[in-house]
């Protein structure tokens, strides 16, 4: 099993970027495909991206894409999102998880979960 561990979350101006990265303490998620999800105030858990367990296929919500980029280094059992150009409404906490199904975009699909990090945007 994976055992996730998110940081990087903060307080950032709109226009700013923020790194967050995963670990997976139990290194056991090079044979998962990985996604990040977010919650923001008052509403449900939304999909933002995720790769594949190669990292050679990656997905994104029309909402990031451009602007956020997902990334793993399997050796370092650490995903990464990157976040450039942030907005008021990306605010939210962004969990880390992983999946053993093909169906990355399904927030559903996912089986194992960080125990989230906080990003907030200031406008």
């Known amino acids: 099993q994976v055992q996730l561990v998110e940081s990087g979350g903060g307080l950032v101006q709109a226009g700013g970027s923020l790194r967050l990265s995963c670990l997976d303490t139990?290194?056991?998620?090079?044979?998962?495909?990985m996604g990040w999800i977010r919650q923001a105030p008052g509403k449900g858990r939304e999909f933002v991206a995720a790769?594949?367990?190669?990292?050679?296929?990656?997905f994104y919500a029309e909402s990031v894409k451009g602007r956020f980029t997902i990334s793993r280094d399997n050796a370092r059992i650490t995903i990464y999102l990157q976040m450039n150009n942030v907005r008021p409404e990306d605010t939210a906490v962004y969990y880390c998880?992983?999946?053993?199904?093909?169906?990355?975009?399904?927030?559903?699909?996912?089986?194992?979960w960080g125990q989230g990090t906080e990003v907030t945007v200031s406008s």
């Open positions: 790769i594949d367990w190669s990292g050679r296929q990656t």
């Open positions: 139990e290194r056991a998620f090079s044979r998962y495909a």
């Open positions: 998880a992983a999946t053993s199904t093909g169906v990355v975009r399904q927030v559903s699909a996912y089986d194992y």
